[in-house]
């Protein structure tokens, strides 16, 4: 009894030492080494993604897979990514047609490796795309929301082409920035110039 007691107390150090499943559970994979309980997904979110992936692959023939957990490890995230992707076997045998997005909440970052999605778009176009959708959501710790927008994205772009903005849309979304951010700082100028403008008729 004392040495199954042991074991029990031995549990959380062990998964600890393990930095990922040797297997993937579904498409979307949730791993929680230290028992926090700390979910980003529900379990309804979490269907919901892997009904979506599966029927991406049925359309596409890429497998895409999603690991997520909360912390990153020691070693590199992409050097992590690249051993999950290497012992899932994701992709089919002898097609390059396998991707994994490998999510660290902690951080809100996320490491995508393999090549399959290189058939609907090039690895730097598609980097691009996926920082521009699940990002700002991650900031916000909308995971499912900012994984759902990335898968969507990938969707749309696997049956019509990829077109960049133009130069004019990127001016403009520039501008708007500068004026949102100029907006933001307004009142905070304002206030300094009355402040000052104040000692000085004092002085």
Known sequence: MKYFFFLLLMLPAMANGQEFPLNP??????????YSKNFALTQQEEDLLNAKLRAFEESTGIQ????????GPIKTKETLAQQIFNAWGIGQKD???????????SDQEFVVVGRGLDAILNYDTCMEILDEE????FQD????????????????????QYEPPSLLEKTKKNRMEIIGMTAL?????????GFLLKNRRRN
């Open 185 to 193: 700082a307004l009142p905070f100028i304002l206030g300094i110039i």
């Open 134 to 137: 699940m990002t700002s959501h």
């Open 25 to 34: 559970k579904n498409y979307v994979t949730r791993f929680d080494p230290s």
């Open 141 to 160: 710790k909308n995971f499912y929301q900012g994984i759902d927008a990335g898968i969507d994205k990938l969707v749309h772009y696997s049956k019509n």
């Open 95 to 105: 097609k390059n047609n396998g991707a994994l997005i490998a999510i660290f909440t």
């Open 64 to 71: 895409l897979f999603v690991y997520i957990t909360q912390y």
